[in-house]
């Protein structure tokens, strides 16, 4: 025990000596700097220690006490390799991108500001995201390979460490990876897509629906609107009618020749009607109101009027859920789409820890001919998992299969495959 002791001492002054050694070496200023901070942050020091001396507890719940120096090697190379692969894919891809429209941005002079920045800036997260699972694979297969060729596994494997206690790193790894893509996905690259679709159908003539005839959709319990023609660059309807029904009798008529929304309010569904005229029905007698102009809270906006494709990747999480909750109760028939992006958001971030089981299982073990073959299986397997994903999705829009069921089928079907290789892998 004492050994013990003196070693953790040792260790402890080694460290301090590796710090005031960095220190040395850098500017005067930080040594300024540091030097402050010791001196007027010692009752932040003392607290700290009397805490730590005094809730022991807190070394239990520490997760980095239960990640050792294996685990931390194996994360780096993980993480690592990772960014590395998304570094050379994504700049292939802009490569190629920039070579198929080049012509594009210059027919339609494209700045150099607006390309870099509103385009390319907010194209890399998002098919950096959207290709996620792809790089993970491609990284657990390729340095996975290269540690087995060098011999790395079998001497831990040697040593005692279990299949299922390397797998631990590999675990911690996907969990710090698909936390940043649902992060990711669910809350940032949405703002991005906003920016990136408005580039693209300025200078890629990606032409937007901008237009609806005929719009019809419930905005209350018993309360139908009906829009002749909606025009959403103008944010302005024509042919505006509003019934009220109570139990199953027209109570309200409300007839408009123009609706427009007000972008500059601080609260949502604000309208105003232009000539419009309201009839009231109460049995037999009949109340009407006319005017020039009114302004009223109708509960519609205009993305719940025009759809454009793609619309669902410029929605963050909350504002899907809203959305996808507000149409359901008015009966739309055009919430498959959002319903499969919402949950293909949550597969997706799962999909990271099946396909670092199958790739583990395939490249743990030292073979000859090295790591290219076991490359290309990786390679094609990610690509049928895409496949996949893309398949169902179309089924689920077009042959009415369940959104949620759609966006698990590739991962159910991988955690099958992900099942039986790991029962395969060497122990």
Not at 81 to 102: F, G, K, P, Q
Not at 258 to 282: A, G, L, M, P
Not at 283 to 304: C, F, H, N, V, W
């Amino acid at each position: 025990m004492t050994t013990m002791t003196a070693f953790s001492k040792i260790r402890k002054h080694t460290r301090w000596y590796r710090m005031l050694r960095w220190l040395s070496t850098h500017p005067a200023w930080l040594h300024r700097l540091f030097h402050w901070l010791m001196c007027h942050t010692l009752w932040l020091q003392r607290a700290v220690k009397w805490t730590a001396e005094r809730m022991s507890w807190l070394r239990i719940v520490n997760p980095f006490r239960y990640i050792k120096r294996l685990d931390w090697y194996i994360i780096k190379k993980f993480i690592g390799t990772y960014i590395y692969s998304i570094a050379l894919i994504i700049s292939i891809s802009i490569v190629i991108d920039v070579n198929e429209n080049l012509a594009k941005f210059s027919e339609y002079h494209a700045p150099l500001k607006a390309i870099v920045f509103d385009y390319y800036l907010n194209f890399i997260p998002y098919f950096a995201n959207l290709f996620s699972p792809l790089f993970v694979f491609i990284a657990v297969i390729f340095f996975t390979s290269k540690l087995a060729g060098n011999s790395e596994i079998i001497s831990m494997l040697a040593a005692g460490v279990s299949f299922k206690r390397l797998m631990r790193p590999y675990m911690i790894s996907c969990i710090l990876i698909s936390a940043t893509s649902f992060y990711l996905s669910g809350y940032v690259i949405p703002h991005g897509n906003v920016i990136r679709q408005n580039f693209e159908s300025l200078y890629k003539n990606k032409k937007k629906s901008t237009a609806a005839d005929n719009v019809m959709l419930q905005v209350g319990k018993g309360t139908i609107a009906y829009i002749q023609h909606y025009d959403n660059n103008a944010k302005k309807g024509y042919g505006f009618s509003l019934d009220k029904f109570q139990e199953k009798k027209l109570v309200s008529h409300m007839t408009a020749m123009e609706i427009q929304y007000d972008t500059v309010s601080d609260s949502k569904y604000h309208w105003t009607t232009t000539s419009y005229k309201i009839r009231k029905f109460n049995g037999y007698r009949e109340q009407i109101e006319s005017g020039a102009k009114k302004d009223t809270l109708i509960m519609m906006e205009p993305t719940d009027l025009v759809y454009s494709r793609g619309q669902q990747e410029t929605f963050t999480n909350p504002e899907l859920s809203d959305y996808i909750s507000k149409q359901i109760d008015r009966g739309s028939s055009n919430v498959v789409q959002y319903q499969v992006e919402y949950h293909k958001r949550i597969s997706a971030s799962f999909a990271s820890f099946i396909l670092t089981i199958i790739g583990l299982s395939l490249s743990a073990k030292k073979r000859k001919g090295g790591m290219g073959m076991y490359l290309g299986i990786g390679l094609a397997l990610s690509f049928i998992y895409i496949m996949l994903q893309t398949v169902s999705s179309t089924f689920a829009i077009n042959a009415n299969l369940p959104p949620i069921i759609a966006a698990w089928i590739p991962n159910l079907i991988f955690a099958v495959v992900a099942y039986f290789c790991y029962r395969q892998a060497p122990n």
